[in-house]
């Protein structure tokens, strides 16, 4: 058998959230090409993703032949390109087929990764379940609790290969509207480390404290002059400490897996660190490429790439 | 003596806020005139206050004498038309001097209110002691604790005429930014009763796990068509119930009088008496008249009001 073109294991790979569209050409599991852009499924009407894509990608397109497109995120919702179901729990983090999405140009077929849901407690995700599948790809068999931080942070329970349980901490997207829209913006500005280990430790201790807390980190300012940076920083800290106090049935006596992004998955770290908790950090944007890559295999078994 | 002119004992109340600025032109206790604006403390600089009032009280104003003007609220914050100083609790909530702000226009002299503060756990009020000095003349006395629901709701300990100590909570802001700028925002609107009594149960039961109830109500949206009315009163009494299990050591075995807007007071009166906690409700802007009137008696002798 003669070595196939370069071109012939080329596929796209796509993290397309509420905010954000990231892609990247591959070829097997080799990144030739990256890009990303502001066009999240949020400023996107139905007919807008196929331009969204094909504004960022045309370039890389080989002719005369189809580049399967994997996708996950907020893209599969009902206000995304093409719904794709999600998968119920317990079960595994690429649970369900693929969701085609309609396109008019040839030289694409694109493919929507379905999230996950739970019925109850009421739980959704999509775009974790693909980070998942890439970390579970790198440890088979994994049995432990993976931490996703981010604006909606998820704590999710795997056995044998399965998602058996996860629940989701508004925790991110509090802070942003804190520090950013409430009165709590006067007083909060840069990060002094000291503050987010007292917050952590207080939001632990108390967490049913936390909207009076909150409130005295004005207070604070205007009484004791605490200063900006160890206030954003404790407002983080009480925020995630509450979480992991909501969380411990996660990870009280678990192993943790985080994958998130460098800043927010280390002061996880660190946090679940004083609790005496393995843990160990993983890149969100590897854990996805790996978990896009793994969706390959969920692909119609003609566009599956011959170079893997 | 004859009988005093109808203007003599003419006064201005102020209720100067972030974002409001409501004013009234009495005689006595008797209103005569009353206005509003949106002229609150955020948006104006520090010469901006006087034109803001003088726009809306000149033609109250009676000619060749000087008004006194009461105001209480943001308006006596660093940011307002002038500083007045904290008092610090325990003491009165008319605790200290009035602070004069400085007014070009001769027939106009401008008393603020301090606020009050605790230095630890740090807090402060600006307006509500107002609140609570109205109920006070009312109740002279009165032992208990006050609660006062709003933006940034306030828990008051009262004993022999002084507030002893006091508690802030986050929740109305909270729940503004959470029902109108958070992801939660597609899942709430208008409001369904049930959701709020459900909502407080929950919320006073686990309030640690608020951050988690809070997504929920958005996954139950999207997975069992959650009614956006439920949605949104069940928001609203998760964040009343931690408030109230977090505000346990106030009101438990204690009388509590309400001050506040109908709504929310209402809400916060419904959700106590499930505590049979004995609850009395109490309109905020009367209170707050009620404790301006009382402020009279720290002006400058030569101000106070021959008629009252």
Same sequence: chains 1, 2.
Avoid at 25 to 51: K, N
Avoid at 52 to 73: F, I, K, N, Y
Avoid at 109 to 114: L, N, Q
Avoid at 237 to 245: D, F, K, R, V, Y
Wanted: glycine share 10%.
């Amino acid at each position: 058998m003669s070595e196939p073109a370069p071109t012939q294991g080329f596929w796209i790979a796509a993290d397309w959230g509420t905010s954000h569209l990231r892609v990247w050409g591959l070829s097997g599991d080799r990144v030739i090409h990256a890009a990303q852009s502001d066009q999240g499924m949020g400023v996107l009407e139905r007919d807008g993703f196929e331009p969204a894509l094909l504004a960022m990608v045309r370039d890389w397109l080989p002719e005369g032949q189809v580049t399967p497109v994997l996708a996950c995120g907020m893209v599969g919702s009902r206000q995304g390109w093409v719904e794709a179901p999600y998968s119920a729990v317990p079960c595994a983090p690429l649970g369900g087929p693929l969701a085609q999405a309609p396109c008019r140009d040839l030289r694409l077929s694109v493919h929507v990764v379905p999230g996950l849901k739970q019925p109850r407690p009421a739980d959704v995700m999509r775009g974790e379940e693909t980070q998942i599948a890439g970390y579970l790809a790198a440890h088979p068999g994994w049995d432990g609790v993976i931490c996703l931080p981010g604006t909606h942070s998820k704590w999710a329970h795997l056995s044998a290969g399965e998602v058996v349980s996860f629940q989701t901490f508004l925790t991110g997207e509090m802070f942003a509207l804190l520090s950013e829209t409430s009165v709590l913006r006067h007083s909060v500005s840069g990060w002094e480390a000291a503050g987010f280990a007292e917050g952590v430790a207080l939001g632990m201790e108390r967490p049913e404290r936390l909207m009076a807390r909150l409130f005295a980190i004005r207070a604070e300012s205007l009484l004791h002059g605490l200063e900006a940076g160890a206030a954003r920083a404790r407002l983080s800290g009480l925020l995630i400490g509450a979480e992991l106090a909501a969380a411990k049935p996660y990870w009280l006596g678990q192993r943790v897996a985080i994958i998130g992004a460098e800043g927010v998955a280390r002061a996880y770290a660190d946090a679940l660190k004083t609790l005496s908790v393995p843990v160990t950090l993983h890149d969100a944007t590897e854990m996805t490429l790996a978990g896009l890559t793994r969706a390959r295999a969920l692909l119609p078994e003609a566009e599956r790439p011959c170079v893997n």
